[in-house]
């Protein structure tokens, strides 16, 4: 039912751009798939203060190409890559910052989209993340491996 586009692996290994993965986000739509739009920002585009630029215009790419309303209707993973396997995690106010940014460019129409936050969720972060208000849930990547970790996250959720 669901897939994952723009990982941040495929956006660096690969070399995938904002245009590939709205192109690949079109495909899946139409194949009757929901997908999962990860998006986020590397460390050095954080420390320069470009974490709401870089998440928007890749957003806005895939808005661009099949619509806002389409876009709506997905899922949307927010994915420091800074985070992802490193053990590091945003705090609960950054990851919520840029969810409320996210939510912010939807609009109106952006109001029920799941917005998931994806960078080195653990059961020992996961209850802070979980309670603020513009994050609905976790894209767990590593934890997800070792089954009591993973139901400890399930159980906050």
């Known amino acids: 039912q669901y897939t994952i586009v723009g990982h941040s692996e495929r956006r660096s290994i ?78 609960a106010d950054q990851a919520q910052a840029v969810h409320l940014a996210i939510r912010q460019q939807l609009g109106e129409l952006g109001e029920k989209t799941r917005i998931l936050y994806g960078g080195s969720v653990k059961a020992a972060n996961a209850a802070e993340l979980f309670m603020q208000p513009d994050i609905d849930g976790a894209l767990v990547g590593g934890a997800s491996l070792d089954v009591n970790e993973f139901s400890k996250i399930c159980k906050l959720a």
């Open 14 to 91: 690969y070399g995938e751009t904002n245009e590939q993965v709205a192109h690949k986000f079109a495909a899946v739509k139409s194949a009757g798939i929901t997908p999962i739009l990860c998006v986020g920002e590397t460390l050095e585009q954080r420390d320069q203060g470009k974490t709401l630029i870089v998440v928007a215009a890749q957003i806005e790419a895939v808005i661009e190409r099949v619509g806002l309303g389409e876009v709506c209707e997905a899922v949307i993973a927010y994915e420091p890559v800074w985070a992802i396997g490193t053990g590091k995690t945003a705090s």
